[in-house]
């Protein structure tokens, strides 16, 4: 099946992790996806391992390094998009930087206050300036273009740090006012809550914390969200609104690479 087939997709930050799972995800529907990410090179996860796992999957890679740090990269993406495609159909805003150490709980006083920029301008920021630039592509697809930004559980409770909390719930609220800004154009944006997701930071950090992975969704079957939401017959209607991998999973019927439905977030908030 290639119901993506001819759309063009930007995932940022997919050298690994959910990134590499919506890359591949999107790949295997046949769209032309541009990883972007900072590691490059024969490395297993770099961006050009990505591309050449999303070419293998059926679909198009194209690896742009990209520090989504500084602004000017980030334009060179957009500029390069620009002139190779001439629009872009899928926006998926997932890039992240996880803080060295990481802010595994404790109070915000005992964290660098440079977790704040790692986490909030990554996170949020970047996702802000990306968009920004990828606005007259979005428009130039027409309707049935849209923006996913990769959210959390995180932006309704208490996970990890406030930091990155207020990262999270930011980042639900530019969603929800850019749809407003971007309904009059046809071009839809929400947010995606993943639940417990096995990237490989995360099996790392469980391993050595004797954590319990059962429960965890895949980035892949994350990233399948993301491609039934890009096919999905009433995108606009959903526009502004949170979108649960869960919820996506019982309604479309995809499932990860073992077969299984995505598992349902344990502390899941109503």
Not at 38 to 65: P, W
Request: charged letters at 20%.
């Amino acid at each position: 099946m290639t119901s993506l087939a001819g759309k063009i997709a930007v995932v940022t930050g997919s050298s690994r992790g959910i990134g590499r799972g919506t890359a591949l995800a999107l790949g295997e529907q046949g769209a032309t996806v541009y990883i972007t990410g900072r590691s490059t090179g024969d490395g297993e996860l770099t961006i050009d391992r990505t591309a050449e796992l999303v070419d293998e999957a059926g679909g198009r890679g194209i690896a742009v390094q990209t520090d989504h740090g500084d602004d000017a990269q980030i334009a060179a993406l957009f500029d390069r998009v620009h002139a190779d495609e001439g629009k872009i159909d899928i926006l998926v805003n997932n890039v992240y930087k996880i803080p060295d150490p990481p802010a595994w709980g404790g109070g915000f006083w005992d964290h660098p206050v440079s977790i704040w920029d790692d986490q909030v301008g990554i996170g949020l920021r970047a996702h802000y300036v990306a968009s920004w630039h990828a606005a007259p592509l979005l428009f130039a697809s027409g309707p049935g273009a849209f923006i996913c930004n990769v959210s959390s559980p995180g932006g309704q409770s208490y996970h990890f740090s406030s930091s990155y909390g207020a990262g999270k719930a930011g980042l639900d609220r530019l969603s929800a006012d850019m749809a407003a800004e971007l309904e009059p154009k046809g071009v839809a944006c929400v947010s995606l809550y993943p639940g417990s997701v096995s990237t490989e930071f995360i099996v790392a950090a469980s391993g050595a914390r004797g954590t319990d992975l059962d429960g965890a969704q895949t980035p892949l079957v994350v990233g399948r969200s993301i491609a039934a939401l890009a096919t999905a017959s009433d995108l606009m209607e959903r526009s502004g609104s949170i979108q649960w991998v869960e919820d996506l999973g019982a309604e479309f019927g995809f499932v990860d690479e073992h077969g299984r439905p995505p598992p349902a977030y344990a502390k899941r908030q109503h």
